[in-house]
């Protein structure tokens, strides 16, 4: 099993260039979990936004997006609270100047391995899902997970949506219900003795 954890970096919390409504409340969930995890062989994943500084996904180059995540500036950075163990592999994405990049599929570890291959390599067959943002990039990564035929399930408390739409970030979460994922709240795994 492996966790998850997407695009939780500045740019996407309060006071960020694409502050996602109420981002910063998956840390507390998400730290909680990953504490839980310190003594278990769940691989730890953290995705990350990475975008070149021009690219189709910024509105100044006809995208919908404003400027945000250019890789290697503050607001790529991962949120400060966030707390990743030293373990934890860095999946980026973005990086091409034509694409949206939006899932973490699209993405490769610092060794340049596509994540798809690195979980296949390290024989992950259910994913824990979290972060941000839950009608984009998580929403995105869970269906690629799903098309593989992965077990995923998204952590609930652990994710906020940008809803650009109202109702954008329920209806992702339905839709990646309907793709087969499975929705737990970070209470519900303990219980169930998951994580
Ligand atoms: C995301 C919009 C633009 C995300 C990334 O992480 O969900 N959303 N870039
Ligand atoms: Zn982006």
Known sequence: MA??????????????????????????????LMARLEQSDVLIYASRDWHPSQSIHFQPYGGPWPVHCVADTPGAEFHPDLELPDRTVIVSKGQAPGADGYSAFEGQTAHGVPFERELREQEIERLLVGGLATDYCIAQSVFDARRLGLDVTVVTDAIAGV?????????ALE???????NLRTSAELEEEGWA
């Open 3 to 32: 966790l998850l954890v997407v695009d939780v970096q500045r740019d996407f919390c309060s006071g960020g260039a694409l502050a996602v409504p109420d981002a910063n409340r998956v840390v507390q969930p998400l730290n909680a």
């Open 163 to 171: 809803d650009r739409k109202e109702g954008d970030a329920e209806r």
């Open 175 to 181: 839709q990646m219900r309907e793709a087969g994922a």
